[in-house]
């Protein structure tokens, strides 16, 4: 009974710490002043489009970011299936869509799209409002012991919220290639992002060391408008 319940626990961690998701993300350059248009053109498109209810689409502000980001808002579309967001991302046509598209011509400034895939997540709760995500520039034969590091140093604090690391597959650029994101309940707890002992430190620190040679690109952070 002890073992059986052994492997039982084992099995749940399992599932917990191996849930992955695959995301394709659209980032907008928007005027201010035309910011709460273009939320009305994407509201409007995405509550009337038909998706499978295993595929998640957020549309978010980044408010937070580098000078060299230009993007003002994301559009995030998510599964735990690559089959269903592929096909969800194939039924993105047809007159709706061109109709969708020839209005946000008229306020998008610039576009760019990007796709990937996670390969280390803790947490389920993804809905959370605030998402911050750090962008880095990885060997690809270190990417394994990256995400290694990253599951060790994890297993070595205490996070509220979720986070994960993975692999940016396409449309990224200056070599990055790999990401962490963490997600927040609230801009108090976002603020309070770090270690927050000695333990945690030493992680932190332990992490930095296992991972150099890795580059930081960039950071920003979401905040969240809609979900469908």
């Known amino acids: 009974m002890k073992n059986t319940l052994l492997l039982l626990t084992l099995l749940l961690s399992s599932f917990l710490f191996s849930q992955n998701v695959f995301w394709y993300d659209v980032l907008l350059e928007v005027d201010h002043k035309d910011a709460a248009t273009v939320a009305g053109l994407v509201d409007n498109y995405y509550s009337n489009h038909e998706k499978t209810a295993d595929v998640t689409v957020r549309f978010s502000s980044i408010p937070l970011k580098g000078s060299s ?3 003002t808002h994301i559009i995030s579309i998510t599964s735990e299936s690559s089959k269903s967001l592929a096909g969800f991302r194939n039924s ?3 007159s709706d869509w061109d109709l969708y598209i020839s209005k946000m011509s008229n306020y998008v400034k610039n576009s760019r799209a990007s796709a990937g895939k996670g390969l280390y997540s803790v947490g389920a709760d993804n809905s959370n409002p605030i998402g911050q995500a750090w962008v ?3 060997d ?4 394994n012991s990256f ?3 990253f599951s060790k140093l994890m297993n070595s604090i205490n996070f509220d919220g979720s986070v994960g690391a993975g692999q940016i597959i396409h449309g990224s650029e200056n070599g990055e290639n790999t990401y962490i994101y963490a997600t927040y309940s ?3 707890t976002a603020f309070n992002f770090g270690p927050k002992n000695d333990s ?3 992680a932190f620190s332990e992490f930095s060391k296992s991972t150099k040679g890795s580059e930081l690109s960039k950071t920003f952070t ?3 408008i809609k979900e469908y």
């Open 200 to 202: 945690e430190a030493k």
């Open 140 to 143: 690809g034969s270190n990417l």
């Open 136 to 138: 880095f520039s990885v």
């Open 147 to 149: 995400v290694d590091a």
């Open 186 to 188: 609230d801009l108090n």
């Open 92 to 94: 993105l046509s047809g």
């Open 222 to 224: 979401r905040v969240l």
């Open 69 to 71: 980001e230009n993007a």
